[in-house]
């Protein structure tokens, strides 16, 4: 087997760049009634345009970071930095964690959690990067693993394991506060588990300890809880309360929707009702913007990329590559089904964007940047090679025989037809 260089995926190319481009449509119609929300709420100064131009600067910097990602950085040289890579994104998430407990500007909190670094024109989450260093990492540590023959052995393979996947699930779930982003990792992990060859046992035993952890971690949450407690009592018929506000309104606002949508521009939840419209709740505006024929569209345009990026890890034959594609679909998977699950009233809400849809940049940066270096994956599949010398010659006598042989039939044919007559 060989892997030969051809083009790259068409449908992951077109389904990045047609959902940057309708994420962009939205937050152009949305933007000015947001500005105006917190304007008159917190008395803030944002322009009716300001959120737009902040959206295009996010897509042009996510578009920069996926062509990188596609055309410049060998997906090989991210596999040989993956140890620094990842221990970098550790440190930058513990920092953020010292930097917010000392009271430092530099440490971005908002409603009692600090997920941002605070730069000045700019912020970042470190979260967003742990992510993508998650994948890289394991993509190498398994395919190492796997040729060493050592999966499923607890000194060499669960001890180092555990260790940097509890670290990492430690600083963005206890340290930030960030359930979201912890669902996400967790996918991460176990999609890529899955397909590593782990022993059934060991690995849904790890499951288990895991989702207990997190249903721990929940209950022991007051703010985890109430939103718990909300989706209960919508699922119920219950009474609305604040708790119970959120997802209520991000039902109304696709229920209002219909089939085709209200139009753009027209959308009223948006004008102050649903909650983070640009971020969280961006699928409920959709819904009320598009109606459920744009919805489903939407959905389809991510099953069709998730599906190609299955393809790839598929048909591509190195390991550490078909980790890293499958690391990446997990993380996609992930933040769909969870964030359109939420706005559904499927599960309790929790804050965790639409991919390359929502408002924000360093989301989209990062998770363009995963997909670019699939993208350039998808330009190698694996193919059988075929020895055309041996097999030419092989040919030709097969058919030399063949030729010689029908010949003769065919004149013994005529001489036989030819005596009777």
């Known amino acids: 087997m060989k892997n030969r260089k051809h083009k790259s995926d068409l449908v992951i190319l077109f389904a990045t760049l047609g959902l940057m481009a309708l994420g962009l449509i939205v937050i152009y119609a949305i933007g ?11 008395g803030s100064n944002y322009g009716p345009n300001d959120f737009f ?6 897509v042009g910097l996510s578009l920069v970071a996926f ?30 964690w010292i930097l917010a407990k000392v009271g430092s500007p530099l440490a971005k909190c908002e409603l009692g959690e600090c997920r941002w670094y605070n730069l000045g024109i700019i912020s970042f989450q470190p979260a967003e990067a742990l992510k993508l260093a998650l994948v890289i990492y394991l993509a190498d540590f398994l395919a190492r693993k796997k040729e060493e023959g050592s999966i499923g052995k607890w000194r060499d393979f669960w001890v180092p394991l555990i260790i940097v996947c509890g670290a990492s699930l430690g600083l963005v779930v206890v340290a930030q506060g960030d359930l979201g982003t912890g669902v996400a990792l967790i996918a991460i992990i176990f999609g890529m588990l899955l397909i590593a060859g782990v022993p059934a046992k060991q690995y849904l035993l790890m499951l288990a300890i895991v989702l207990a952890v997190a249903v721990g971690s929940v209950a022991l949450s007051s703010h985890r809880m109430e939103r718990v407690d909300a989706w209960i009592a919508t699922l119920s018929g219950g009474e609305s309360s604040d708790s119970t ?8 606002a696709i229920g209002t929707g219909g089939f085709f949508g209200v139009g753009i521009g027209n959308s009223v939840q ?7 419209s640009i971020n969280d709740s961006v699928f409920a505006i959709m819904g009320e913007t598009f109606g459920f024929v744009g919805l489903i569209l939407v959905i389809s345009v991510f099953i069709a990329m998730l599906l190609r990026m299955l393809k790839v890890a598929d048909t591509t034959q190195p390991n550490d590559e078909r980790f890293y594609v499958i690391g990446v679909f997990s993380w996609v998977l992930a933040q769909v089904t969870v964030n359109i699950m939420a706005m559904t009233s499927l599960v309790p809400v929790t804050g965790i964007t639409l991919p390359l849809l929502s408002y924000g940049g360093t989301s989209m940066i990062f998770i ?3 997909l670019g270096e699939v ?3 998808s330009c190698y599949t694996s193919r059988e090679v075929i020895n055309y010398n041996e097999n030419t010659n092989s040919r030709r006598g097969v058919r030399r025989t063949h030729y010689s042989s029908s010949s003769r039939n065919s004149r013994n044919t005529t001489r036989k037809t030819t005596r009777r007559n």
């Open 32 to 42: 000015p009634m947001r500005a105006n929300v917190l304007n008159s709420t917190y």
């Open 53 to 58: 131009i902040g959206q295009l600067r996010s």
């Open 67 to 96: 062509f990188v990602a596609f055309k410049v950085i060998p997906y090989k040289y991210l596999r040989k930095w993956a140890k620094p890579i990842m221990i970098v994104a550790l440190i930058l998430s513990a920092l953020l």
């Open 245 to 252: 506000y959120h997802i209520e309104n991000a039902m109304m």
């Open 270 to 276: 948006a004008t102050g009702y649903l909650p983070e």
């Open 368 to 370: 363009s940047f995963a």
């Open 375 to 377: 993208l350039q994956i």
